[in-house]
């Protein structure tokens, strides 16, 4: 366990050394950036070495694995973040842990959401998850709702009891015109933000980069970087 905590206590570091270095570059302020540690496929003992270490947002994707990780680490001050895909049978269990939904991408997930939430007299975050890889009326490859469906979504989410409409949220395509445009993906994203802020001036968070990417998205102006493999390591295979 030592080691364990010497070897993310180094990643981490480095991490926020490249958060840093960005922000420096972008002339941002540091704490203009939070970062979320993406902690899927790794033990609540990770969690808890990280909170040590002082870090506060982490982040799931898959339900099975969330719900008891956070259920074994409730004890500590930490802000859950949903980021994967989420169908409607899931949201149940996911209202009772998650603080923020990141992949917000259709009505019917709206209206779940909603009733779970009520249903638990919680409050719940959402960010809207943005396709850059999908044409009208359709999803992306890896989730998400078409750029012309935002404003939509958007009214969906502002309507609905117990959630509260945080932002935008995208994942750098692997097809479309911004695949392997992580800079201009994020410039984008922003673009939709501003807009989205005109009519919703509290949405302004945007959670956007990754491990290989988050310069990119520091520089184009993100709220939120969701860091993986860069603090924990490769991930194990699942199997």
Not at 98 to 117: C, E, I, P, Y
Not at 179 to 197: H, I, K, V, W, Y
Request: some cysteine; hydrophobic content about 45%.
């Amino acid at each position: 366990m030592t080691d364990r905590r010497a070897q993310l206590a180094a990643n981490l570091a480095e991490v926020e050394e490249r958060i840093a270095s960005a922000c420096a570059s972008a002339g941002r302020e540091r704490d203009e950036v939070t970062l979320i540690v993406v902690t899927k496929t790794y033990p609540a003992s990770d969690v808890r070495i990280l909170h040590e270490l002082g870090v506060r947002h982490v982040a799931e994707n898959r339900d099975q694995d969330a719900a008891p990780k956070a259920a074994a680490c409730e004890d500590l001050s930490l802000t859950w973040h949903f980021v994967g895909q989420l169908q409607t049978n899931k949201v149940r269990s996911v209202v009772g842990y998650a603080d923020v939904v990141q992949s917000v991408d259709r009505v019917k997930l709206v209206t779940a959401l909603s009733a779970a939430a009520v249903r638990r007299g919680r409050e719940l975050g959402c960010l809207l998850q943005v396709a850059l890889d999908a044409e009208s009326g359709e999803r992306g490859g890896r989730g998400g709702v078409a750029p012309d469906a935002i404003g939509e979504l958007a009214a969906a989410v502002e309507d609905a009891p117990g959630l509260r409409l945080d932002g935008l949220m995208t994942v750098a395509p692997l097809a479309g015109p911004y695949a392997g445009r992580q800079r201009a993906a994020f410039d984008r994203l922003m673009e939709f933000s501003s807009r989205l802020r005109g009519d919703h001036p509290a949405a302004n968070m945007v959670s956007a980069g990754m491990s290989g990417d988050l310069e990119d998205a520091v520089a184009a102006g993100a709220t939120h970087v969701r860091v993986g493999t860069a603090v924990l390591g490769d991930r194990p295979r699942l199997g």
